[in-house]
Structures are given as structure tokens and as C-alpha cells.
């Protein structure tokens, strides 16, 4: 063996030595076997997600949340029980005429639903209805009355936050 030969068989020796494992398995594959991505187009699972429509697309539910409201959550509740599951244009009506003092404030988390709904979903006014609609409760302002013999007796004022989910 000469001394060229020599020289050859260590920079070959070399050069096998630095490369990577990985770089000797992917030119040691058949040029069948390369992944599907390079070389055909991409399946439906691998596709990109199609972007969201604007106009209503799978989720068409828009909601309005009054938050803080000084007004007990159970009654609250009273009021929202007679809304629920109903066109918004008779949720409206109803609660216009409600001696209750809950009505005005539903209507206007209402109002809020319907107005979301139209300016961020383009929806149509006329096609919404009352999805779901609840109070919950709310932190509690707690004050102490003075009563007899030197007792303070709690009074709990009772916040709530009042949500309304609009949709088709």
C-alpha cells in the first residue's frame, strides 16, 4: 500500500467517523421511503385547520357578563328563569314589564348579548334566542348591625354576576 492509498483510507475513516448517525441512516434509505410530506401532497389529517368563518361558524354562542351587580343572586335568578330558551324579542318584552328590579338589569346584560353578537358575529337580531342565561354568586360586603346587650349582629349584602349566552 502506498502512502497515497494510505492517506485515502484515513480521510475516508475520518469523514465516516464525524458524520452523523442519523446522516448515514437517512442516505442509507431508499429514495421511496422518503416521508409522504416531501414528496405528495398533504393528507386531510395533516392539512392545516381551515381558519374559523366570522359569520357564524361552530361556535355561534356569544355571551354578556354583568359583573359585580349589587343585587342578590337569588333573585336574580327569578327574573332569568322566565328568559331562558326564548326568542331575544320576547326576552325583551319580558323583561320590560317586570316589576322586579332584576328585570332592567338582565335586560341590559341582554341588550350587551345581542349587540356582541351582531357587531363581532354579524348575527341577525331576529334570528338570536336565549341560549342559557344564570346568576352567580358574587363575593359579599359584610357589615355588622348593633343588637342587644352588646352583640353585633352579620348582614351579608350579596353580589352576583349575571351572564347571557345568545345564539341561533
Known amino acids: 500500500m502506498t502512502t497515497e492509498e494510505n492517506k485515502d483510507t484515513q480521510t475516508e475513516a475520518a469523514v465516516e467517523a464525524s458524520t452523523s448517525k442519523r ?3 437517512a442516505a442509507a434509505k431508499p429514495a421511496e421511503e422518503a416521508p409522504a410530506s416531501a414528496t405528495a401532497e398533504p393528507t386531510e389529517a395533516e392539512a392545516p385547520a381551515a381558519p374559523r368563518r ?3 361558524g361552530p361556535s355561534s354562542d356569544v355571551k354578556a357578563i354583568a359583573k359585580w351587580v349589587r343585587m342578590s343572586p337569588r333573585k336574580a335568578r327569578r327574573v332569568i328563569d322566565l328568559i331562558r330558551n326564548k326568542p331575544v324579542e320576547e326576552a325583551r318584552v319580558i323583561l320590560n314589564f317586570l316589576p322586579q ?3 332592567h338589569t338582565v335586560l341590559k346584560v341582554l ?3 345581542v349587540a356582541n353578537a351582531e357587531h363581532n358575529k354579524g348575527m341577525n337580531r331576529r334570528e338570536l334566542k336565549v341560549k342559557a342565561a344564570f346568576a352567580d ?3 359579599m360586603l359584610k357589615r355588622f348591625q348593633p343588637h342587644a346587650q352588646g352583640r ?3 348582614i351579608k349584602k350579596r353580589l352576583s354576576h349575571i351572564t347571557v349566552v ?3
Open 111 to 113: 341588550e350587551s348579548a
Open 54 to 56: 366570522a359569520m357564524g
Open 152 to 154: 353585633a349582629f352579620p
Open 101 to 103: 328590579r332584576a328585570g
Open 23 to 25: 446522516a448515514r441512516k
Open 137 to 139: 354568586g358574587g363575593p
Open 166 to 168: 345568545v345564539g341561533k
